[in-house]
């Protein structure tokens, strides 16, 4: 039931705590991780157009680099990628990466950086709550 497990994160602490709770799922079970985050940009529209990232890659990489670290010396089999959207697909594309991907079940935190919008479950966590077809385990 877990020999793919998709973790999604972000700079937050629950996201440092699924990265853990997925490494010991796929521990247990002999499983891999595919470590997967969502940069997310700004589009603007108007006369100019265009765009602002929200984060920028480099900080995206160093997230990916810390849990694949933290899978690495759990002893489990680890892959990661990130993927570039405007704002307000995050949960889309973590659905999207773990049917791809062939991903069992999807683990993520409760919670992300956005304090107004995860005022119960956290937005994101929410969402893919109801938008995937299989098993979403959410740490707090």
Same mark, same amino acid.
Do not use: W
């Given at each position: 039931?877990?020999?793919?497990?998709?973790?999604?994160?972000?700079? !937050?602490?629950?996201?440092?705590?699924?990265v853990?709770?997925?490494?010991?799922?796929?521990?247990?079970?002999?499983?891999?991780?595919?470590?997967?985050?969502?940069?997310e940009?700004?589009?603007?529209?108007?006369?100019?157009?265009?765009?602002?990232?929200?984060?920028?890659?480099?900080?995206?990489?160093?997230?990916?680099?810390?849990?694949?670290?933290?899978?690495?010396?759990?002893?489990v089999?680890?892959?990661?990628?990130?993927v570039?959207?405007?704002?307000?697909h995050?949960?889309?594309e973590?659905?999207?990466?773990?049917?791809?991907?062939?991903?069992?079940?999807?683990?993520?935190?409760?919670?992300?950086?956005?304090g107004?919008?995860?005022?119960?479950?956290? !937005?994101?966590?929410?969402?893919v709550?109801?938008?995937?077809?299989?098993?979403?385990?959410?740490?707090?």
């Open positions: 039931m877990y020999d793919k497990i998709l973790v999604a994160v972000d700079d !937050s602490e629950q996201s440092d705590r699924a853990a709770a997925a490494c010991r799922l796929a521990g247990l079970s002999g499983g891999s991780l595919q470590v997967f985050h969502v940069r940009r700004q589009d603007v529209v108007g006369k100019g157009g265009g765009s602002f990232d929200v984060e920028y890659a480099e900080e995206a990489d160093a997230l990916l680099a810390k849990a694949t670290e933290v899978a690495k010396s759990a002893g089999t680890v892959t990661a990628a990130v570039h959207v405007p704002i307000g995050v949960a889309n973590i659905v999207k990466a773990a049917k791809d991907g062939g991903a069992d079940t999807i683990v993520m935190g409760s919670h992300g950086r956005s107004l919008g995860a005022v119960v479950l956290g !937005s994101n966590a929410y969402k709550l109801h938008l995937s077809d299989r098993p979403v385990l959410v740490v707090r």
